[in-house]
């Protein structure tokens, strides 16, 4: 399998023949306000330019995995670029109804043996901050991807780390583990997505994984670094575990 970082928590993933777009923000930077009730009020969103033309992204895609619709994860551009028969995959009926909204045709809400070919998808736990930020940061989810010629792959979205992301490792013990981890947070109620901490909390629990960083230096409320990261992870002897691609790198797995 191969990743292609595009930009926060955009990326491709090339798994078992096909090309997955995930959580498309194809806007151009700046194109829309930042986050509210958080830092750095005076940067518009995106924070940096695509590292290439987005039509070239959705060119050959075969699938599209949203974890939820915020406008970080899927804006207008990628509404109005992506193929309106393209295959997309939501978590709920909320989200397939939003999508489809926008002229979408082939939306499925992921289940529990969803199949894209003969690619298996289940939809996984998660928390996009603790319990008494879910109001107001709203629902996600994770996917695992599974194929005999290829690695389990999980990608744990918008999520802290808690019991839910344990038990998702448990149950499918993934080889490669995609962590949103630019430890995104407001003013108030904490980190909404994982941070340096979960992160490495993460890489404790499954030792045997191979981790790729995303969800970084892409918003206004992205608190964690890329530099950070690598430092960590260099000083507690991690550095051979996990990628940390830049925008347009491509790694292989």
């Known amino acids: 399998m191969k990743i292609q970082q595009i930009r926060n928590a955009t990326i491709i993933i090339e ?3 096909k090309r997955f777009l995930v959580d498309p923000m194809l806007g151009e930077k700046g194109s829309f306000a930042p986050f509210p009730f958080s830092h750095h009020q005076e940067l518009r969103n995106p924070l940096h330019d695509l590292p290439m033309k987005a039509e070239e992204i959705v060119d050959k895609i075969d699938c599209v995995l949203l974890t ?10 990628a509404y109005k670029l992506l193929n309106k028969k ?3 995959f939501v978590q709920d009926e909320q989200d397939r109804k939003t999508v ?12 529990e043996e969803s199949r894209f070919g003969d690619i298996r998808l289940t939809k996984t736990e998660s928390h ?13 989810c994770g996917y695992v991807l599974r194929h005999e010629a290829e690695p389990v792959c999980y990608l744990a979205g918008d999520t802290i780390w808690y019991s839910g992301v344990r038990r998702n490792i448990d149950r499918w013990h993934p080889q490669v583990i995609i962590v949103n981890a630019g430890g995104n947070k407001f003013y108030i109620g904490g980190h909404v997505i994982m941070h ?8 404790d629990y499954a030792p045997w994984a191979t981790f790729v960083a995303t969800h970084l230096e892409g918003v206004n409320h992205n608190q ?5 990261i690598r430092e960590e992870v260099l000083k507690c002897g991690k550095k051979d575990r996990i ?5 347009g790198e491509i790694i292989e797995l």
Not at 68 to 77: A, G, K
């Open 15 to 17: 798994y078992a023949g």
């Open 68 to 77: 939820h619709l915020h406008l970080d994860h899927i804006d207008n551009t």
């Open 86 to 88: 393209v295959h997309i």
């Open 100 to 111: 489809m909204s926008h002229g979408f045709t082939n939306v499925e809400i992921i289940g």
């Open 128 to 140: 996009h901050g603790h319990w008494w930020m879910l109001p107001l940061a709203g629902h996600t």
């Open 196 to 203: 340096i901490p979960d992160v490495m909390k993460a890489m």
């Open 224 to 228: 964690v670094s890329r530099a950070a």
């Open 243 to 247: 990628h940390i691609p830049e925008d």
